[in-house]
């Protein structure tokens, strides 16, 4: 399965730069590189199922993302980034509690709408490849596992640029099924976030 989910990854990522090359070739003076980071809230939509036996249930975390990218046409974009997913847990009176904690790098295709000379709304579709590790503890017995695997990214924000090359972008941001295998199950973990971002144009 991990396999699998990793092969989808490439064939998205690759996909995604097929996309955007494309349209390089005719309207390259166009283009615009740019940075940018966020911060925000992630939901480990799935999460809950695993906290039964537990008495309490957190599965929200903080989130922060940086990212890169280059905006090819009025339409089209190419993003590349590193999210930290944050933390997820359960946890009981005593000693008994139930760490996940997520990180994953990213890039997608982004298919944008202006809607004006300086807002603008996007959609995103692309592969991650993340590194999930959980700690374990059970009245004193610990045990520890890390899972890599990769799946599809997707997402919707908006963006307003109240400066020419600074703009403020609201987005969310879908990882489908994180994790697996040695962690007992995957999850699918939604960010909602808020960052700005820099055009060099």
């Not at 280059?70 to 993003?79: A, I, M, P, Y």
């Not at 400066?163 to 994790?179: L, S």
Request: hydrophobic residues 40%.
């Amino acid at each position: 399965m991990k396999n699998t989910n990793s092969l989808l990854v490439v064939v998205a990522i690759a996909a995604a730069a097929a996309a955007v090359a494309l349209p390089a070739q005719a309207q390259v003076s166009i283009s615009a590189p740019y940075l940018g980071g966020s911060l925000g809230q992630s939901d480990g939509k799935k999460f809950n199922h695993r906290c039964e036996g537990f008495a309490n249930c957190d599965k929200t975390g903080s989130a922060w993302k940086l990212f890169g990218g280059l905006q090819l046409t009025r339409n089209l974009g190419f993003e590349a980034g590193y999210t930290d997913l944050g933390k997820f847990s359960a946890t009981s009176a005593g000693t008994s509690n139930l760490d996940l904690k997520v990180k994953a790098w990213d890039a997608s295709a982004l298919l944008v709408f202006p809607f004006a000379e300086r807002f603008a709304a996007f959609g995103r579709l692309g592969g991650y490849y993340a590194k999930s590790d959980q700690s374990l503890n059970l009245g004193g017995v610990i045990s520890n596992a890390t899972e890599n695997n990769g799946g599809f990214t997707f997402g919707l924000g908006v963006e307003l640029y109240p400066a020419r090359n600074i703009g403020v972008r609201g987005e969310w941001q879908r990882y489908a099924k994180v994790g697996g295998g040695s962690i007992g199950g995957d999850i699918d973990i939604d960010v909602l976030s808020v960052g700005l971002v820099v055009k060099f144009r």
